[in-house]
């Protein structure tokens, strides 16, 4: 299952946290397996961005899994 096609067939909430504004999406399967998933996006990044630099940290470097 992907995430988007869990949350279309099943019971699905979607919250952003507002101090690291990172997606939460928590979701339970019809087998009753409960799921939390956390995720970044340009906001949360960007929110990041924002604190590191109020730390005169001035350069940042993302990896991300599966990019290629």
């Given amino acids: 299952h992907t995430l988007n096609?869990?949350?279309e067939t099943l019971s699905c909430s979607k919250n952003r946290d507002p101090k690291t504004?990172?997606?939460n999406?928590?979701?339970?399967e019809?087998?009753?397996q409960r799921h939390n998933v956390w995720y970044?996006?340009?906001l949360s990044i960007k929110a990041k961005i924002s604190y590191l630099s109020t730390k005169y940290i001035r350069s940042?470097?993302?990896?991300?899994f599966g990019y290629y």
């Fill in 21 to 23: 504004q990172e997606i």
């Fill in 40 to 42: 970044e996006d340009g």
């Fill in 25 to 28: 999406v928590t979701y339970i």
């Fill in 5 to 7: 096609s869990a949350c």
């Fill in 60 to 64: 940042v470097g993302y990896w991300a």
């Fill in 30 to 32: 019809k087998s009753g």
